[in-house]
Structures are given as structure tokens and as C-alpha cells.
């Protein structure tokens, strides 16, 4: 038989006997650990435990397996089949860096996801997804039409079985209701200067006032504006001789950087969401 690879990853209220209950479940089910990482939140009090396993047992068998014990400790558990692409929508509108990023990644290999379709409510990235041989959908916002935007959404989300929404650089609010329906499964990028300079030209507005550091932040989607739990942050060094134009092309490269970062940790079942914080096992 050929042997299958797994990761398992939980959260549950700390107690004792977790790791002993599912190690042992595991063993019973024919599995070889591989890789193990745990965490226990002072502030919460919540266990996270991510394993990677090998078995020759079909991924059915660790359901089963495990079943018993997500009910004896109150689990939150998933089980998915090592290295499996995420099924992932991407949104953007008009700055195609983020975008790029993340498909280039993904064409490389070294980005575990599979985009079926690219959502935006400009024109100007079709070009860009054409080149990928990926499904542009132009879906226009206006205050007017944002609700039957959103729907549309919603149904391409279902449509295409999708388990990750990407934000990139998609420059419109989502309603709260959209926020709740995508809760733990959309991941939005943007720079790190909030809650300074906010609105139009953020570094412009942090060139005018001589910062030395620039960055970019990832993190969930949440009704509260860019307040979402944060997934990763990169910061870069920057001086007065930097011009305006240069902070923002260097912050371009940042963004890019941290949100492909964000996705793939997501996408390899790194990250589990504490309250407010993330857990993000490296």
C-alpha cells in the first residue's frame, strides 16, 4: 500500500490528556508522526496542536479515529491530505502587485493553492489573469449594486468550492454580513502604517513625515476595518534619501511578499485563530 501524509491540526480548552488521547488515537489508526508542534494560550486558555502524520490508512480511517476525542475535549479539528492545494478566489482591482505575487508562487510550486477564478471590480488585471489561464470575473461596485455584488460573490464561492478568499489589493469595504459569511477564510493585505495615514496616498503621507520604517501586514477579514487577527508583518528599513515614489515601490514588494507568506501558512493549515490573535506554527 502507499503510504499517505496528513496534516492534523486542533484547538480545544487546555486539560490534561489531549496529546495523550491523540497520539494514542493516531497510533491505534496506523499512523506515524511525523512532525508535532503545541501551544497553550496563557491569556485563553486554549490548546492548538498542529501534527503531520503518515499512514497507509485512508483518510477516513483518522476521522474515525479521531471522532471519539473531538467529542471528549469540545475539538475544533481538521484533517486534510498534506500539500493539497486550498481551492482559493482572489479579489483585486487595479494594483495588480499582490496578485502577481501569488500567482507567479502558485505557478512555481511553492504556493499550495489552486485559483479557479479572479474576481475584481476594475478591468484592468484581466490582461494579467489571461496570461495565468484564469477565469476573470468583472463584477462593478457601486453603493447602489454592492449588495448584488456581494451575492455574486457568493455564488462564485460556492460554485467553485472555494475555501480561501484573497484580498489582494481589492480596494472596496466588504459589508458585515459578507465578513461574517466568510469569517476564518478571507485574508486581506494592507500597509502598516494604520492607524496613521490613513486614506489616499498613505506613503506619500509617510514621506512627507520622515518614517524610517515601512511594512506591510496580513491578517483575517473581520467586520472591524483592517483590525482582522494578523497572520504576518514584514518591515523595511527607510531613509530621507528615499523619494515618495520609491516608498511606494519598495511597499509594493512587501505587501507582496507578506501576503504569499499569509496565504501559504493558511493554506498548509499553520494558522488557528485565538480570540483576536492568531496562532501561526512555523
Not at 69 to 89: K, Q
Not at 158 to 183: E, F, G, P, T
Request: glycine share 6%; with cysteine.
Amino acid at each position: 500500500m502507499s503510504t499517505n501524509e496528513f496534516i492534523v491540526s486542533l484547538s480545544c480548552p487546555d486539560r490534561p490528556g489531549i496529546v495523550h488521547a491523540v497520539s494514542g488515537a493516531l497510533l491505534q489508526a496506523g499512523c506515524n508522526i511525523t512532525e508535532s508542534q503545541q501551544f497553550e494560550s496563557p491569556e485563553t486558555h486554549n490548546f492548538f496542536m498542529r501534527i503531520a502524520v503518515a499512514t497507509e490508512q485512508p483518510i477516513a480511517s483518522l476521522r474515525a479515529a479521531l471522532e471519539p476525542i473531538e467529542a471528549a475535549f469540545s475539538m475544533n479539528l481538521d484533517i486534510s491530505a498534506e500539500g493539497a492545494p486550498l481551492r482559493t478566489l482572489i479579489m483585486c482591482s487595479t494594483e495588480g502587485h499582490a496578485l502577481n505575487d501569488l500567482l507567479f508562487a502558485q505557478r512555481a510550486g511553492t504556493l499550495p493553492i489552486e485559483v479557479p477564478v479572479i474576481v475584481s471590480n476594475h478591468l484592468d488585471l484581466k490582461p494579467m489573469a489571461d496570461f495565468y489561464g484564469i477565469e476573470f470575473v468583472h463584477i462593478p461596485v457601486t453603493a447602489a449594486t454592492k449588495a448584488d455584488a456581494e451575492a455574486q460573490l457568493l455564488e462564485l464561492v460556492a460554485k467553485h468550492d472555494i475555501d480561501l478568499v484573497v484580498l489582494a489589493r481589492y480596494m472596496q469595504i466588504l459589508s458585515d454580513d459578507l465578513c461574517r459569511a466568510l469569517n476564518g477564510k478571507a485574508i486581506n493585505i494592507h500597509h502598516s502604517f494604520l492607524p496613521s495615514f490613513k486614506g489616499a496616498k498613505p506613503y506619500h503621507q509617510a514621506h512627507a513625515r520622515g518614517v524610517k520604517l515601512i511594512g506591510a501586514t496580513a491578517h483575517y477579514v473581520t467586520a472591524d476595518l483592517d483590525e482582522g487577527p494578523i497572520i504576518e508583518q514584514e518591515v523595511i528599513r527607510v531613509d530621507h534619501a528615499r523619494t515618495a515614489n520609491q516608498f511606494v515601490a519598495m511597499g509594493r514588494n512587501v505587501e507582496g511578499r507578506t501576503l504569499t507568506r499569509a496565504v501559504g501558512w493558511h493554506a498548509e493549515r499553520r494558522v488557528m485563530l485565538d480570540g483576536h490573535r492568531t496562532v501561526v506554527f512555523s
